[in-house]
């Protein structure tokens, strides 16, 4: 393939993570409107829809834009951006809706950790000190930067072992062929 010719990787796992991101909003809006946003259970399923997107793009790289193969790197690439770019997608909606769409989100999350502190046994003053703690590094801007930062880091993981799956060499023996 020429050069100019070679598939734009930044192109298309940055369309690969809007769509990837605009999963994960669409599945945080329904636990939302469900008010379910702080279970931790329903939470995982993110996990899930991040997996599918990630073998989704891909799957779709590999055959549309690669001709069928792919390396083990480039496929950890493609599922790595593609889980970065939906980070963003993801922060700044993270952001949004707990500065905009829902300002007393942030109230209901404290008021679920302090729960789950009850829950674990803690003390009055060891659920004092944790929130404290935890309300230096739960605000939206953290809860985004953080966001983005788990997207870009659970996506890496998971593309480690996806990769293994997707990759699709190309066949030396079929090269010589003329």
Known sequence: MDDN???SLV???MNYGAM???ALIIYTILLWMMDSLTRTGLASVSYLIMIAGIVFATRSFRDQEQGGVITYGRALAVGTLTCVFAGVVTAFFTYLLYTVIDTGLIDKTYAAME???YDA?????QIEMAMSMAKRFT???MMSVMSLLGSAFM???FSLITSIFLKKEEDPFESDKV
């Not at 046994?121 to 003053?125: I, L, P, Y």
């Open 20 to 22: 990837l991101g605009l």
């Open 5 to 7: 010719k070679q598939p």
């Open 11 to 13: 192109r298309s796992t």
């Open 121 to 125: 046994g803690m003390t009055d003053s």
């Open 115 to 117: 729960q789950s502190y």
């Open 139 to 141: 605000n939206p801007v």
């Open 155 to 157: 996506g890496f993981i």
